[in-house]
Each structure stands twice: as structure tokens, then as C-alpha cells.
């Protein structure tokens, strides 16, 4: 996730509102603050990255929202701040893929008969 973002002046806040979701079924909340060594003195003009591992969710439209807080007060927040679509892959390898009516996030799997 890259925000892009433009303030009156430099000021340490954290970014809680890396929040990623389906409709209206939150999948994911990113906090800039989980990170101990995180950035927290922001410039007037930045651009502020959030590099995550691997989401695998099912196919579809997801969309993120985005707040901003300084200190205990909430500075900004945006609703649909960004929109973004998972295409289909073959996850399992198998060619099948369940579809997201079905489920939302995927797991690997190993199956084995004893």
C-alpha cells in the first residue's frame, strides 16, 4: 500500500487505518505502530509504504480505507481511499479455486490419508 500525502507541517502521527476490506467484512487492519522500529516523525510531504506478506484472499473487488492519527486525535480519515481487484491465480495448484460466496481468505493445504 503506497499513501501519498500533503500537510501543513511535519508532525508524528501513525497511520491505523491501513484498512483493507470486502463490502462491508473488514479483511485486514494495518497499524503503522505494530512495527516498534516504525517511521513516526512524518515530513510535510511524504509518501508513506506498507509492504505486507502474502494476503491470500479469494478473487474479487476489495477496497481500503485509509486514517491518520497524531498523537490521541483522529487528523484525517478516508472512506474507498483506494481500490483494488485479486485476480485469479491457481492457488492450490490444482486449477480449482473456490469463489468468494464460498470464502474469503485462502490457506494452504495438505491432505494426506493414514
Avoid: K
Wanted: hydrophobic content about 40%; glycine content about 8%; aromatic content about 6%.
Amino acid at each position: 500500500m503506497r499513501i501519498r500525502y500533503e500537510a501543513a507541517a511535519a508532525a508524528s502521527a501513525r497511520l491505523p487505518g491501513g484498512h483493507l476490506r470486502h463490502v462491508n467484512r473488514p479483511i485486514f487492519f494495518l497499524d503503522s505502530s505494530n512495527q516498534p522500529d516504525g517511521p513516526v516523525n512524518l515530513p510535510r510531504l511524504a509518501r508513506w509504504v506498507c509492504e505486507t506478506g502474502p494476503i491470500n484472499i479469494t478473487p474479487g473487488r476489495c477496497v481500503a480505507n485509509v486514517a491518520i492519527v497524531t498523537g490521541r486525535e483522529l487528523a484525517d480519515h478516508v472512506i474507498h481511499a483506494g481500490v483494488f481487484d485479486i485476480n485469479q491465480t491457481d492457488f492450490h495448484g490444482s486449477g480449482r479455486l473456490q469463489d468468494r460466496s464460498r470464502a474469503l481468505c485462502l490457506l494452504s493445504e495438505r491432505w494426506n490419508i493414514t
